[in-house]
């Protein structure tokens, strides 16, 4: 899940292990796993308690423990105390503030509303800079002052107090579905990775891969591919995944002799695919059950053949890459024997096992499944890769998994909360209305540009917000534009959720291509074309799911799913090679025309 982005937080969070490892923050990170649990067996609690009391968790971390200066530190402490504060009155007010359906009765509920609002661009800044918060900034602006504005983009007003409380003291804006969402089902997956990532489940996706493709030609870049897919499936963020499993084959591509650039951009594309991975898909996947309405199960299996797709095109383009240079297999020194793949692999494969046969044959929400995963994840953290028994290691362990939980759920929740006070806005103002209006005009009601209109404004949000913020932003717009131009709705959702990611790998933003230059030791710009050759699945996939849409109802129609899939693959193979391969131009400009014909066209 989205919950690591690269950030200021993150990297901060990555400071001096004495503030880590205080039992102060091991302490708030058992607090928050121990809430978010206990709402999954609790059962249902008021919207305006849980989700106030999600922001309070979150805090801390990101206020305090991410603090780089002494400033931030004692101007952390005081926003902490007195966000608790704010969050503590409506999760205590919460049945006479539902009453006031999002009206402000007193000044003092003014002033709560309008520092919780300001509270929330500042944490979501400290998390993940200023971008999201001067988007979600100018919305408030366009609320308050879009009166001003003539014309069709203008609106009538809004009653300041309606405005602010409705954000505030209503079951809309920071307490809205999306935070929801967050508080219920994003905060219990990030628990589970970082469970899972604080045992031995991270060493046996690597081994498992080094296992399938360490023989092969690029092996070294194929198993980057086969972990980066496993790892980014529990992670869902681009930055972590390149940052954890690039610690390891990106040393293991530049020994076997792989060019630098190439080493970099493999590990960047392949831990850019980890958000768009089923099961978990990170927190984009569950955010869009709550605005499709569509089961988690069937989002699920519509995403699965997209990703294979996308997998399989790195590895196509990894192959072509072998036509130019001499990407030599891992050596058989540094390939784990069978014994070690089988026990390392019972680490992920246990709770991954148990959360799919909970959800598929228990029948149970995936949360729920999530949960009984995650306390088998825990019963693991007893034993290291020798199966030996330990106390000690558990503590140790289970201290790692608590504080990355805390940390990690603080973040994601205040992108998703900064987030929330956008969608709240476009709802208070019909802002939506006239930007779906505005794009079926200029693309004249015709389909296909209104989609390159949509990848267009995906693209350039997601170079300045984080992958779940741009697409609930660019969905929220543009969603209802392309639905009323033929799209299925969840059809349009994975369209704007891939173009979301494009940011990960495109210049000028793209924060895993800094990540894995700055590991590599190689020019951004020359990782960022290799990644871009490699990923260029990930450019053609999203159209390629409209012009075939059965690819996405494996659930309803397996049969012409996979048809379709096949055909699809076919045509990347051909781009793919044409694009990278070392061949004549005019055999790599009529692979590329015969793929793009194969894809679109037949």
């Known amino acids: 899940m989205p919950s690591t982005f690269s950030s200021p937080a993150a990297g ?65 402490w005081l926003l902490t105390l007195l966000g608790i504060a704010a969050c503590g009155y409506i999760a205590f007010n919460e049945e006479a503030l539902a009453g006031q359906y999002g ?46 504005i003539p014309g069709q983009f203008g609106h009538p007003g809004l009653p300041i107090r309606s405005f602010v409380g409705t954000l505030t003291i209503a079951e809309g804006g920071l307490w809205g579905k999306l935070t929801g969402v967050s508080v219920g089902v994003v905060a219990i997956f990030v628990i589970f990775g970082a469970v899972l990532n604080a045992g031995e489940a991270g060493r046996g996706f690597m081994n498992m891969a080094s296992a399938v493709a360490g023989r092969l030609t690029g092996g070294a870049a ?23 499993t690039g610690a390891i084959t990106i040393p293991s591509m530049v020994r076997l002799g792989y060019p630098r650039a190439l080493a970099g951009g493999v590990e960047a594309v392949a831990s850019s695919g980890g958000q768009i991975m089923p099961p978990l898909m990170g927190a984009g996947a569950f955010v869009m059950v709550e605005l499709t309405g569509t089961p988690y199960t069937q989002i699920m ?18 192959n072509a890459y072998a036509t130019r240079h001499d990407l030599r297999p891992m050596a058989a020194s540094d390939q784990p024997d ?14 991954f096992v148990l959360l799919l046969e909970r959800i598929f044959l228990g029948g149970y929400t995936p949360q729920y499944a999530a949960s009984i995963a995650i306390f088998a994840g825990m019963l693991l953290l007893f034993f290291d890769v020798s ?15 608590v504080v990355t939980a805390g940390r990690q759920v603080a973040v994601i929740g205040a992108i998703i909360i900064c987030a929330s006070l956008v969608i709240g806005v476009l709802s208070l103002t019909g802002l939506g209305v006239k930007i779906t209006s505005g794009i079926l005009s200029l693309s004249n009601e015709m389909l296909w540009p209104a989609l390159l209109l949509t990848a267009l404004a995906c693209l350039v949000l997601g170079m300045e917000v984080p992958t779940t913020a741009a697409y609930v932003i660019c969905v929220s717009v543009a969603g209802p534009a392309l639905t009323a131009l033929g799209l299925e709705p969840l059809q349009a959702h994975l369209f704007v959720f891939w173009f979301a990611l494009l940011s990960t790998i495109t210049p000028p933003v793209c924060g895993g291509v800094f990540i894995a230059a700055g590991m590599v030791g190689e020019s951004w710009l020359k990782v960022a074309f290799k990644a871009m050759a490699l990923g260029i699945g990930l450019y053609i996939i999203p159209l390629a799911m409209v012009a075939n849409p059965d690819v996405i109802r494996l659930a309803y129609d397996p049969l012409w799913a996979v048809f379709d899939g096949v055909k699809i693959a076919l045509g990347l193979a051909a781009i793919s090679y044409g694009v990278i391969a070392r061949r004549a ?15 679109f066209a037949l």
């Open 12 to 76: 901060s969070a990555a400071g001096d292990d004495l503030s880590r490892a205080h039992p102060a923050w091991v302490l708030l990170g058992a607090v928050t796993v121990v809430f978010h649990l206990g709402l999954i067996f609790y059962g249902l609690a008021p919207a305006l308690v849980s989700r106030p009391i999600h922001m309070a968790l979150a805090l801390p971390w990101i206020l305090i423990h991410a603090a780089r200066t002494p400033f931030e530190r004692a101007s952390g």
């Open 103 to 148: 009206f402000i009765d007193t000044h003092f509920q003014m002033l709560v509303g309008a520092f919780l609002i300001m509270l929330a661009l500042e944490t979501a800044r400290r998390a993940i800079g200023w971008p999201l918060p001067l988007v979600t900034l100018a919305a408030l602006l366009y609320g308050l002052l879009g009166d001003l």
């Open 222 to 244: 194929k198993v980057a591919v086969i972990s980066s897919a496993l790892m980014g499936s529990i992670s869902g963020s681009a930055s972590a995944n390149v940052a954890s």
């Open 301 to 318: 299996a519509a995403a699965l053949l997209p990703a294979l797709l996308y997998f399989a095109t790195v590895w196509m383009g990894i």
């Open 338 to 351: 069978g014994k070690e793949v089988a026990i390392t692999s019972l680490f992920f494969a246990v709770p």
């Open 387 to 401: 199966l030996s028994f330990s106390l000690r290691g558990f503590a140790s362990r289970m201290t790692e998994a």
């Open 585 to 599: 131009i005019w055999l790599r400009l009529v692979l590329v025309v015969v793929g793009s014909l194969v894809i």
